[in-house]
């Protein structure tokens, strides 16, 4: 099982990126599957989370402004990232939680 990010790189505050996960064979549309943060000095977090039939939540500090979808045609999960701040550079890796199924993550950096 694998896992693949797409989309970071460097961003303007207030910027509005979005990521794309996708993984080989069938690993995505049966899963819930997480979006988590490992930012400097920081722990690891999980951001914003989708089941298998579309229910969503949220970390409080992205709540409002990032949105997690999925596409089951495309077997892909995407993070929209929307009013970006320097505090939310960070890579961002897509899995599924309490495996060891996880992508390398795609830096996100904040900057002006």
């Known amino acids: 099982v694998q896992f693949v990010e797409f989309g970071g790189g460097l961003v303007q505050p207030g910027g509005f990126p979005r990521l794309s996960c996708s993984g080989n064979?069938?690993?995505?549309?049966?899963?819930?599957i997480d979006w988590v943060l490992q930012g400097p000095g920081k722990e690891r977090e999980v951001v914003a989370t989708?089941?298998?039939?579309?229910?969503?939540d949220y970390a409080d500090s992205v709540k409002g402004r990032f949105t997690i979808s999925r596409d089951n045609n495309e077997k892909k999960v995407y993070l929209q990232m929307n009013n970006l701040k320097p505090e939310d550079t960070a890579v961002y890796s897509c899995?599924?939680?309490?495996?060891?199924?996880w992508g390398q993550g795609t830096q996100v950096t904040v900057s002006s």
């Open positions: 899995g599924i939680r309490d495996t060891i199924y």
């Open positions: 064979g069938n690993v995505i549309n049966p899963y819930t």
């Open positions: 989708i089941t298998r039939g579309g229910t969503t």
